[in-house]
């Protein structure tokens, strides 16, 4: 087993490594495969593998999987939760901390942007969400719609809107702290990231049949029975909406375990809104992230960190 060089103190190398890419292309199994080579500990940075029970529909790694590897940040909450990325944050750190203690290397490995924006740049120093104004917020969501508050962000700040992706906790967080001081999150400046990073991705050619077949191969091994067990702990309809029901797929995946759709178009229906899924997220990868390296450079890289 490779012996860790840490250049700054006994437990603090100069950066740690990332590594991101669209969803389906091959992060985990590159993941396992450089923890073979190293003494790597991973850490999940997906917004829905954090779910217990979510395990088909997120591709989460298996339990051999786990145990081969020390995995950190899967199964910590509860479908009913709505966990949110300062939690996520605190939670990684706490994880990073203790990894470098054992003198092992922490692997962030996941595509959730919001989740690698905290932790590489910091949080953002807005005002603390009050419980009456948020409560009011979630009724007007639930009579307006998701697609009226998104098109009040819109109208003062478009890239503020592209930026939501459409997740309702994100827009009702931003149209809370707009209305408490004139000013989206992001103008407040960030919390200083308590480490330093580098970012690894993967460009497979091949993205969207990859995409395809894991969606195939994830409705034929269950995905529709977990989804009707996600709708028995909390309801796909209330509002807001459920942070665990806005993972890809599970609608569809309900349907078809409700026998209001086959399982042949909820294929169709999901791969599609994966691939869409998976550009927005290369698009997020290219311009938010800086400067990232192609992941075939990491091994190199791990050998002498």
Same mark, same amino acid.
């Given at each position: 087993?490779?012996?860790?060089?840490?250049?700054?103190?006994?437990?603090?190398?100069?950066?740690?490594?990332?590594?991101?890419?669209?969803?389906? =292309?091959?992060?985990?199994?590159?993941?396992?495969?450089?923890? !073979?080579?190293?003494?790597?500990?991973?850490? =999940?940075?997906?917004?829905?593998?954090?779910?217990?029970?979510?395990? &088909?529909?997120?591709?989460?790694?298996?339990?051999?999987?786990?145990?081969?590897?020390?995995?950190?940040?899967?199964?910590?909450?509860?479908?009913?939760?709505?966990?949110?990325?300062?939690?996520?944050?605190?939670?990684?750190?706490? =994880?990073?901390?203790?990894?470098?203690?054992? +003198?092992?290397?922490?692997?962030?490995?996941? %595509?959730?942007?919001?989740?690698?924006?905290?932790? &590489?740049?910091?949080? @953002?120093?807005?005002?603390?969400?009050?419980?009456?104004? +948020?409560?009011?917020?979630?009724?007007?969501?639930?009579?307006?719609?998701?697609?009226?508050?998104?098109?009040?962000?819109?109208?003062?700040?478009? +890239?503020?809107?592209?930026?939501?992706? +459409?997740?309702?906790?994100?827009?009702?967080?931003?149209?809370?702290?707009?209305?408490?001081?004139?000013?989206?999150?992001?103008?407040?400046?960030?919390?200083?990231?308590?480490? !330093?990073?580098?970012?690894?991705?993967?460009?497979?050619?091949?993205?969207?049949?990859? &995409?395809?077949?894991?969606?195939?191969?994830?409705?034929?091994? %269950?995905?529709?029975?977990?989804?009707?067990?996600?709708?028995?702990?909390?309801?796909?309809?209330?509002?807001? !909406?459920?942070?665990?029901?806005?993972?890809?797929?599970? @609608?569809?995946?309900?349907?078809?375990?409700?026998?209001?759709?086959?399982?042949?178009?909820?294929?169709?229906?999901?791969?599609?809104?994966?691939?869409?899924?998976?550009?927005?997220?290369?698009?997020? &990868?290219?311009?938010?992230?800086?400067?990232?390296?192609?992941?075939?450079?990491? =091994?190199?890289?791990?050998?002498?960190?």
């Amino acid at each position: 087993m490779n012996t860790i060089k840490h250049t700054q103190s006994q437990h603090t190398p100069t950066a740690l490594p990332i590594l991101t890419a669209p969803t389906a =292309s091959g992060k985990s199994a590159l993941a396992l495969a450089l923890a !073979r080579q190293y003494p790597l500990e991973i850490i =999940s940075a997906d917004a829905f593998t954090i779910y217990q029970g979510l395990d &088909i529909g997120t591709a989460k790694p298996t339990l051999a999987e786990r145990q081969a590897v020390a995995h950190h940040l899967l199964d910590i909450a509860h479908v009913s939760e709505n966990y949110d990325v300062a939690r996520w944050l605190r939670a990684a750190e706490h =994880s990073i901390a203790a990894i470098l203690e054992r +003198r092992h290397i922490p692997l962030i490995v996941g %595509g959730t942007g919001f989740y690698l924006q905290a932790l &590489i740049r910091g949080l @953002p120093l807005a005002p603390p969400s009050e419980p009456s104004k +948020r409560a009011e917020l979630e009724a007007e969501l639930a009579t307006r719609g998701l697609d009226a508050l998104l098109a009040d962000i819109a109208a003062h700040d478009p +890239r503020e809107a592209a930026r939501m992706a +459409r997740n309702p906790q994100r827009i009702l967080r931003a149209t809370e702290v707009f209305r408490a001081s004139g000013q989206y999150p992001g103008a407040f400046g960030y919390a200083t990231p308590r480490y !330093r990073y580098r970012v690894f991705t993967l460009h497979p050619v091949d993205l969207s049949h990859r &995409i395809a077949m894991r969606v195939g191969e994830m409705l034929n091994t %269950g995905w529709p029975d977990e989804a009707a067990w996600l709708a028995q702990q909390v309801s796909p309809q209330a509002q807001p !909406r459920p942070t665990a029901w806005q993972a890809l797929g599970y @609608p569809e995946a309900l349907a078809v375990a409700q026998g209001a759709l086959d399982q042949a178009e909820a294929a169709a229906q999901i791969t599609l809104k994966t691939r869409q899924y998976a550009k927005r997220q290369q698009t997020w &990868i290219r311009t938010q992230l800086g400067n990232v390296e192609d992941a075939q450079e990491l =091994s190199t890289w791990l050998e002498g960190w």
